[in-house]
């Protein structure tokens, strides 16, 4: 890298290279034509036709990377057959989506997601669509290079002009016209090659380390589902596994009066936690504590949620809403080995089973749980099978911390070459 030049101009509350050139996105792209077919209307399964549909979710979803690459992505679906066809893409104002056209979510509930986009990458030849809630926009490919396309809407102050002109409460959105006539920066095409060469490599280990992730995370069910349930066992482990029914196993326990103790919340992903550690906005309650069940490390607690996120482990002694259930074993166990198993699909397939009817937020009942007939293997093959598990763990906390240190450390490339305060040396 070189250091910017002296010679600047202005760009919003900025500056930018003086060699860089200043215009609209308007005068870059144009768009093209879009659909607006429901997720309802599509289906996931091949059709005829093999039509591929872009919905907002989609770009929301990848935004991330800022890349929406083909080769990886599994999420975009097939059209319903009849919606439309090949035939389609005949008309000429109907043009297919090709490589390097960039797809914009024109709706966000996040203030902060206005106006994501992703460039299209490894289509190869496939028919492609934008769907629900997008924009489709095509670059002129004499100023702008592939690859380097959605950067000109990501940059720091054009993203802060998207957000100042969102319209919207709930839902932010930004309409064609004023996408239009919002200012971008482009530098020469040679340099735009340059920065989206570097940060296309970083977006290649990022995706790389996704599909990663995803492999060690089916590797993972897979574990659970046979090892959690004595279909596999581990070497030296042979007795026969006992069925008892949860309520032999967990006791409820009800401890009041420790108003003073930390309010704990219930969460699918980190169990149970302290209050202080969610992130956004937290409800606190609007009386007294004095009738909050006490948690203490180790205990597992029904929350209101159902199946998925119905138990919940807890590492932190504190306080939780009097309408949880507190569980406590009743007989020997291995924490672990019950915290892996309650999110397995054994468990909530019987859990369902034993609570037909049950709606999404209403209460497990304790003697719901309790008729629940779970596994109950010696304490060493407890032991076993949790640290099989953990350790499955382990690698995808591991390959999931580096892949956001790669995201930080291309949101910090992304900073320095998009506004041209470091610039390439090209030829």
């Known amino acids: 890298m070189k250091n910017n030049a002296n010679n600047t101009k202005p760009f919003y509350n900025t500056t930018i290279p003086s060699d860089w050139k200043l215009t609209t996105f308007g005068d870059e792209f144009s768009f093209l034509k879009s659909y607006s077919f429901s997720r309802e209307q599509l289906s996931k399964e091949k059709t005829n036709d093999e039509i591929q549909n872009i919905h907002y979710g989609d770009i929301h979803s990848t935004f991330e990377n800022e890349i929406l690459d083909f080769e990886y992505e599994q999420t975009v679906p097939y059209l319903a057959d009849g919606l439309i066809n090949k035939d389609c893409f005949e008309e000429e104002n109907f043009p297919a989506l090709e490589e390097g056209d960039l797809i914009i979510a024109d709706a966000s509930e996040d203030y902060e997601g206005v106006c994501a986009c992703v460039e299209l990458k490894n289509i190869n030849g496939r028919n492609v669509v934008s769907g629900l809630h997008t924009f489709a926009a095509r670059a002129n490919e004499e100023n702008i290079s592939l690859g380097f396309r959605t950067y000109v809407l990501i940059h720091q102050q054009v993203v802060r002009e998207l957000r100042r002109i969102a319209t919207g409460t709930s839902v932010y959105g930004v309409s064609k016209t004023n996408i239009s006539k919002v200012k971008i920066a482009l530098p020469p095409l040679p340099e735009q090659k340059a920065i989206a060469k570097v940060l296309s490599l970083m977006d290649s280990a990022i995706n790389k380390n996704m599909q990663l992730i995803g492999q060690k995370e089916l590797r993972k069910k897979w574990l659970m589902q046979n090892l959690l349930t004595g279909k596999k066992r581990l070497k030296g482990f042979s007795w026969e596994w006992k069925k008892l029914g949860a309520g032999e196993v967990f006791k409820s326990v009800t401890v009041k009066g420790f108003s003073n103790e930390e309010l704990l919340s219930a969460t699918q992903d980190r169990g149970i936690i302290p209050r202080t550690m969610l992130e956004g906005r937290v409800t606190m309650p609007t009386t007294g504590t004095e009738g909050f069940k006490l948690v203490e490390n180790g205990d597992f607690v029904i929350s209101l949620r159902s199946f998925q996120g119905g138990l919940e482990y807890s590492s932190y002694r504190g306080l939780v809403s ?82 956001e240190k790669l995201r930080e450390q291309k949101k910090g490339m992304m900073q320095v070459l998009l506004t041209g305060k470091k610039r390439l040396k090209v030829d």
């Open 322 to 403: 009097s309408a949880y259930t507190v569980l406590k074993p009743k007989k020997q166990i291995r924490e672990e080995f019950y915290k892996q198993y309650f999110k397995s699909y054994d468990f909530i397939g019987h859990l369902a089973i034993a609570v037909i009817g049950i709606r999404d937020g209403k209460q497990i009942s304790y003697d719901d749980f309790g008729t629940v007939k779970i596994p109950y293997p010696t304490t060493e093959e407890q032991t076993a099978v949790s640290q099989v598990l953990q350790a499955a763990d382990k690698e995808i906390a591991l390959l999931k911390a580096k892949t």
